[in-house]
C-alpha cells in the first residue's frame, strides 16, 4: 500500500492506499445537474496515463507528435503532466481548499481553475477536488506535485485470479435512479440508463470501430444488441461479409475461431483485458468493465416473486411495473471521442476521423 505525501515538504496527504484500474468513467460528465457519486471506491487509488485537468490548449496548439495530442483532432486537450492519480474525497488529509479557485462554481467544484486543494503544510498546489454536478465526486492529485510511498507493514488486498472474479458474481445494473439538484417533473431524481454503462459503451464502441476494419459488425443478441448494434448498423457500411464479435472471459464457453472481435473484461485491479487460453492471433479484443461485462454474458432478470403479507424489501413489484429509461440507449459521447482519438488506427483511417467531426454537425446525436 501506499501514501501520498507533498513533494514540496513531505507532508503525508492521504490514508494507506491500494492501486487498482481506472474506471472507465473517469472522465465522464453526465447530463445537466445530475448528482454523480463518488468515483473511487474507498482505500484506493488510480493513474490516468494521459494528462488530466487544467490548464487546456487547443488541439491545433500542441505538438501533434506527442502523447496529448492523440492521433486525431479534439476541440482541446489538457495540457497538464501526465499520470495524475485520483482518490475518493473522504481519503485526502492535511489539506486546505484554495477559495479563489472556484472554478466554474455551479453546484460544487469543478476543477476549472486547475488545482484547488493546497498542502496544509507549505501552501504547495497538490490536488484538484471535483463534486460539481454532472461530474463524478473525486480528488486529483497532481503528478509533478505529490509522491507516492510505500507503507510498511501494510499489503493491498491480494489479487484475485479471473476465477474468483466470475465466483463473486457482481454486475452493473444497466439503469438506475440519477439524483438531482432542483428536481425534474416535481422529483429529486429519475429513472435512466446507468452512466457507467454509458461510459462503458463510448469506450467499448471505439474499440469496435477500429476492430470492423471499415465492415459491417453483428454483435452477440440480448443487451449487447441494445448497446451497440444501432450505433455499429448507423456508422458502418450494410451488406457482408460482417465481422462477427462474441462475448468470451472467465467462465464462458472458449471462443471459436470463427470470432473476429472478443468483447472481454478488464480486470478492476490490475487493468489487464481477459485472453483466451488460446487465442485466436485475428481476434481483436474489445474491453468492457467487468461488472458490465458480467451483464452482457449474464442478464439478472428482475422478475417479480410471489409473496404473502408484508412485502420483504428484497421482492420486486410488479404493480406498478418497474421503471425504464424513457428513451434509446446512447453511448457518452466524451469517452468514445477520448478513445477514439488515442488509438493509433484513426490516424490512418479518414472514415474514422470523419466519425469524430460529423459529431459537431449534430449528425450522430441519436447515437450519443
Known sequence: MFVFVCAGCGAELTIPLSQVSLPGHARQKYGNGAQLPVLMEAGTFAVDPDPWGEPRRMWGEVDPGGARAGHAPVRAVSDSTSGASVIAPGDIRGTRLIPEKRGGACCGLDGADGPNLACGTCDLPVATRVDDCSLWQAVWLSADAVHRVPVDGLHAAPLLSWAELAAKGERTSPFEPIATWGGRLGSNHYWSWSPQWEAAAG?????????????????????????????????LPTGTPKRRAVLAGPGQPSPDAGADILLVPVHPQTGRLWTPETPTASAYLVPLPLGVWRWLASPQQD???????????????????????????RADWGTFQHTLARLPAVRSSPWLRAILEDRTQNTLAAFF
Open 303 to 329: 422478475l417479480p416473486v410471489p409473496a404473502s403479507g408484508r412485502l420483504p424489501q428484497d421482492v420486486l413489484r410488479d404493480d406498478p411495473p418497474p421503471l425504464l429509461p424513457n428513451r434509446l440507449f
Open 203 to 235: 469506450h467499448a464502441l471505439a474499440h469496435l470501430l477500429v476492430a470492423s476494419q471499415g465492415q459491417p459488425v453483428v454483435v452477440p443478441g440480448g443487451p449487447a444488441t441494445d448497446v451497440f448494434q444501432r450505433a455499429l448498423d448507423a456508422l
